[in-house]
């Protein structure tokens, strides 16, 4: 009877401190960074960390180029069908369907055959552009 009387009066401090170290690592690991992938992957926020980014906006995403991307450089690229073409160009915040930061106004731009690579065609290339996401 007095084990089982010592086993309960430790059990039950043992029991508080596990429930508060779990209370206490959850706690922690939900108060951590808890922006949005979506605001981190904005034009406005792509162009204040890199004054001299190369983008423009598709479908409310930002396109960079990927002219220094190894693997993308890899890839066999043809265009494909017309997306649309730049309407506003030298654009550094507010951006807006279209807009780009160094691609000149006219641009035109297509699809490639690889779901995350836009081509932009200018007088002196065809250039790739991948679709910018985080995580």
């Known amino acids: 009877m007095k084990l089982r009387k010592l086993f309960r009066s430790r059990l039950k401090p ?15 690991i939900g108060c ?3 922006a949005s ?4 992957a904005s034009p406005e926020s792509l162009y204040s960390s890199d004054r001299d980014i190369d983008l423009f906006v598709y479908e409310d995403t930002a396109y960079v180029n ?22 506003r160009s030298g654009v550094t915040d507010d951006f807006q369907e279209w807009d780009a930061t160094v691609l000149p106004e006219g ?21 790739s552009y991948l679709k ?3 995580g």
């Open 32 to 34: 951590g960074n808890t």
């Open 37 to 40: 992938t979506a605001e981190n």
């Open 107 to 127: 641009t035109v731009i297509y699809e490639s055959g690889e779901s995350q690579v836009l081509l932009a065609e200018t007088e002196e290339a065809l250039i």
């Open 14 to 28: 043992f029991c508080v401190l596990m429930c508060s170290v779990v209370f206490s690592a959850f706690s922690i």
């Open 66 to 87: 990927a002219l220094d991307i190894d693997w993308v450089g890899e890839l066999s690229l043809a265009k494909g069908k017309v997306l649309g073409e730049i309407c």
């Open 132 to 134: 910018y996401t985080e």
